[in-house]
Nanobody
Framework: QVQLMESGGGLVQTGGSLRLSCVVS????????MAWYRQAPGKQRELVARITSSGATTYAGSVKGRFTVSRDNAKNTAYLQMNSLSTEDTGVYYCNLPVVVNVEGATYDYWGQGTQVTVSS
């Protein structure tokens, strides 16, 4: 049974920082990529950052230079360090673990329950 548990959300003022964590149960963490998504009120869920099993990272343009995604395979944990936060970053943040399920590359997505990030002006 694979479970993802986020933590670290909260209320912060504009310009502040937060670090989100996502702990993954099970033994599949180290060999799979991880991703962070967010969903603002009234908007679709969007990809924020992604990290491969080997540590290569990609970011949405809106967060590049402000957010850093990382992972600690020994702790089965992924992190999202968020700096210079703005009100536009407000939303529920979800961690995602996509697992390849067949030779064609189809994936099954595991999701955490989400953690609320609110940035006040």
């Amino acid at each position: 049974q694979v479970q993802l548990m986020e933590s670290g959300g909260g209320l912060v003022q504009t310009g502040g920082s937060l670090r989100l964590s996502c702990v993954v149960s099970g033994r599949i963490f180290s060999r799979n990529p991880m991703a962070w998504y967010r969903q603002a009120p009234g908007k679709q869920r969007e990809l924020v950052a992604r990290i491969t099993s080997s540590g290569a990272t990609t970011y949405a343009g809106s967060v590049k230079g402000r957010f850093t995604v990382s992972r600690d395979n020994a702790k089965n944990t992924a992190y999202l360090q968020m700096n210079s936060l703005s009100t536009e970053d407000t939303g529920v943040y979800y961690c995602n673990l996509p697992v390849v399920v067949n030779v064609e590359g189809a994936t099954y997505d595991y999701w955490g329950q989400g953690t609320q990030v609110t940035v006040s002006s």
